[in-house]
């Protein structure tokens, strides 16, 4: 089955290839998301079967996981996968020519894995080094100016081109794509049910056409992480 998502994405991400040269977006459309969205029909389609497996399964364990563990458990958690995290960051700094940011990285990671214990504290935190996400997505973007369309995958949810390309590059740089096939599953099972409980609430909030507000929603973000200093107006 995972050898089936890894191909259908692939026989996507080549027809996004084509798309992507000639609806390159640089910049996004506060008004009308639509307009990076020339897939639409086939984004809605994925989006139904992701909606559908996260109602049916994802979401009532992420809810047990998020009611039934302390909620310092869930934390540290959440702390040893940013952890994880943190070479990846410090990757993208580098490849973005942004030296303070790499090194911040750099020593959280060394602090967090030697006397946070593997993350699980983060102690870099309490000693004025923030964290800071970055991915190749971004690195992409740095280079070209470019973003690409807007993309629904098939249960890895919202991303634009840049971005899900960026996945894949990422990939390599996390500390569970060198384990065993057994526990590379786990931990990513894992991360994405702690990932999924942060939302357990706030998904109620979502209503009327689930897959515009959603596709908004991720666009709005992804406008703000890729430019920082500019203000966002919502069309909705």
């Known amino acids: 089955m995972y050898k089936s998502i890894k191909l259908i994405t692939a026989m996507l991400l080549i027809l996004m290839s084509t798309a992507y040269s000639t609806v390159s977006y640089s910049h996004y459309d506060k008004v009308d998301y639509s307009q ?7 984004n809605r389609v994925f989006f139904s079967v ?3 497996l996260d109602q049916l399964i994802l979401r009532p364990i992420a809810k047990l996981y998020k009611h039934a563990l302390p909620i310092k ?7 040893v ?3 994880f995290g943190e070479f990846r960051n410090a990757v993208n700094f580098g490849l973005q020519a942004d030296s303070d940011n790499m090194i911040n990285a750099s020593k959280r990671f060394f602090i967090n894995s030697t006397v946070g214990v593997l993350g699980i504290v983060d102690v870099a935190t309490d000693l004025g080094y923030q964290y800071n996400y970055n991915s190749f997505g971004r690195t992409i973007f740095s280079w070209t100016g470019k973003d690409g369309i807007y993309l629904e995958l098939p249960l890895l949810s919202s991303a634009t081109f840049s971005s899900a390309i960026g996945k894949i590059a990422d990939a390599a740089l996390l500390p569970e ?11 990513s099972g894992i991360k994405i049910i702690n990932k999924r409980s942060k939302f357990i609430g706030i998904d109620k ?10 596709r908004n929603l991720y666009l709005n973000k992804r406008y703000a992480d890729l430019h920082p200093n500019d203000e966002i107006e ?3």
């Open 36 to 42: 990076r969205d020339p897939l639409e029909k086939i």
């Open 50 to 52: 992701n909606y559908l």
């Open 73 to 79: 458990l869930q934390k540290g958690i959440d702390n």
């Open 81 to 83: 996968y940013k952890n």
């Open 177 to 187: 794509f060198y384990l065993d096939k057994s526990s590379r599953y786990t931990t």
């Open 205 to 214: 909030l979502i209503y009327g056409d689930k897959y515009r507000m959603k």
């Open 234 to 236: 919502d069309d909705f």
